[in-house]
């Protein structure tokens, strides 16, 4: 037994020796080394330089953040001098345009760092504060603070090289140098902190999924045209054979298909409008005669609005609108730099509008009404009356939609005799090419018989309407309609329809040049 309790003794110390080796081997030797292990490296990031303040007021005595810290602002520079105040809603404005838009983001940023000025370097004392341009100085800045103390920070010329400007405290000899985007903030005239984001869409209802800001209405006038041009949005189905294209129809000087594309690019920047720069606020009479407002070179009236369209019985759609916001700019003459003087929803000053942000500004009834002469579906139409040199002849149309062949859907007749369907479509097509190419020409007048007139009467309820076209130049006719319209159509249309209707007519085949 002594025995056996001897040789367990000896190997439970064997044992506790083996584990504190191990324990030994881990806590001082490490990892064993491999030939892919790479040494260890110690990455060390270099502290940040402290900032160079030239002054900060945006802490209190306890240590804790000032939330306005800057009450006022007394700015004189080469330009111009002026005052920013708190406003009683504590919105910073310009002092003398405080009843004015203002440009909020600007006024906090020049805030910001009337607060609390950084500066790129500062070159301690100097003896003479003239050569930096303190005798003269570009800008200087008195702040009034929370606590009613103040400071006046001097802006002498621009440092060498393109660091920015010489700058120190008013009663200071240390010079700093403040980079240039910050000084300037300092050097900028008073109007130039009046708000530019003049128009912008309507906003949506919060439970409002598929409302999108549209242009309802527009009306357009001014000296640039002779007549004033309406386009209204038909939202209640009103102008039946004119909105195949587009929502949007042409109520004034004539009723018109608007032409989608050039009345896209019109309606869509009318939905945001910001000014290039203001030129002239609180402006006397004098001063608009001076640019063109007493007498408006151009003038927009327009409607924008929250159009939401749902689903309708019978798998229809509906249309509703709401927030609707009248707005109106008027243009007058152009700076050196091709710019309108504007103004703008009656705010009392005068902007600067770069032609891209305005480019109805000479848009007439013919820019955006459609160049067809009529867009109706064949469809529609109950009659079309052809005169050539003289010589009219009535069609007839009869509508078969039970039918289920096509060319047995319409009946072609004239004078007791059948004609061919297929050739007519054709035909109708080519008439519809007969479209606008240009305005009359100045001084061309509908003189004689008219080369061609087309008559045509509509089942949809839409009104008769005729055309007709007149001798004007070598490669134009004038085109007259029913309601007083004068516009040029190409020759070469006219006499391919010619050269189609006599064939039509001989029961000749007609060949489409589309």
Not at 274 to 301: F, I, K, M, N, R
Not at 336 to 344: I, K, S
Not at 356 to 370: I, R
């Amino acid at each position: 037994m002594r025995k056996r309790q001897k040789t367990m003794l000896i190997a439970a110390v064997a044992l506790a020796v083996i584990v504190a080796a191990v324990v030994c081997l881990i806590l001082f030797a490490g990892e064993p080394a491999t030939e892919e292990t790479a040494p260890e490296t110690t990455v060390t990031t270099a502290p940040e330089e402290p900032a160079i303040l030239v002054i900060d007021r945006t802490l209190n005595a306890q240590g804790g953040a000032v939330q306005t810290p800057v009450q006022a602002i007394a700015i004189r520079n080469e330009k111009n001098s002026f005052n920013v105040i708190r406003r009683t809603d504590t919105t910073l404005a310009v002092e003398a345009y405080s009843d004015l838009l203002t440009d909020s983001l600007a006024l906090e940023t020049l805030s910001g760092h009337a607060a609390k000025l950084e500066a790129v370097k500062r070159l301690e004392a100097v003896d003479n504060a003239a050569e930096f341009g303190f005798d003269t100085p570009t800008a200087t800045v008195t702040v009034t603070y929370y606590d009613q103390s103040t400071a006046t920070i001097e802006f002498g010329d621009a440092s060498q090289g393109t660091e920015g400007y010489y700058c120190r405290l008013q009663g200071e000899d240390t010079v700093y140098i403040v980079d240039k985007v910050t000084a300037e903030c300092f050097m900028v005239e008073g109007k130039d902190l009046i708000g530019k984001g003049l128009i912008s869409s309507p906003p949506l209802k919060e439970d409002d999924k598929e409302g999108t800001p549209q242009l309802l209405k527009l009306w357009l006038t001014g000296r640039c045209r002779e007549k004033p041009v309406e386009i209204t949005v038909d939202t209640e189905g009103q102008y039946k054979g004119l909105t195949y294209v587009s929502t949007f129809v042409m109520t004034s000087p004539y009723l018109r298909a608007v032409d989608s594309d050039a009345f896209h690019i019109t309606a869509s920047t009318m939905r945001t409008l910001t000014a290039a720069g203001v030129e002239c606020p609180h402006p006397t009479a004098e001063q608009l005669a001076a640019y063109g407002l007493d007498d408006p070179y151009s003038v927009a009236a327009f409607t924008l609005s929250i159009v939401s369209t749902a689903s309708a019985e019978g798998g229809a759609t509906k249309s509703t609108h709401y927030n609707d916001r009248e707005h109106m700019i008027l243009l007058g003459n152009k700076d050196e730099n091709g710019n309108y003087y504007a103004l703008v929803d009656g705010y009392d000053t005068v902007y600067l509008l770069s032609p891209a942000s305005v480019p109805w500004a000479e848009q007439t009834h013919y820019d955006l009404m459609s160049k067809l002469l009529f867009m109706k579906a064949i469809t529609a139409v109950d009659s079309i009356t052809v005169t050539k040199d003289g010589e009219a002849q009535t069609f007839a149309l009869a509508h078969h939609p039970e039918e289920a062949k096509r060319d047995d859907q319409l009946t072609v007749t004239s004078g007791g005799k059948t004609y061919s369907t297929s050739d007519f479509r054709t035909l109708y097509q080519m008439m519809i090419g007969i479209h606008r190419v240009g305005l009359k020409e100045a001084g061309a007048a509908a003189d004689g018989s008219p080369v061609l007139k087309l008559e045509m009467t509509f089942n949809d309820g839409t009104a008769p309407m005729s055309v007709a076209l007149y001798p004007m130049t070598a490669s134009r006719y004038l085109c007259v309609t029913d309601d007083g319209e004068e516009c040029a159509v190409s020759i070469r249309d006219t006499e391919t329809f010619f050269k189609q209707y006599e064939n039509y007519l001989a029961g000749e085949p007609v060949l489409s040049p589309y």
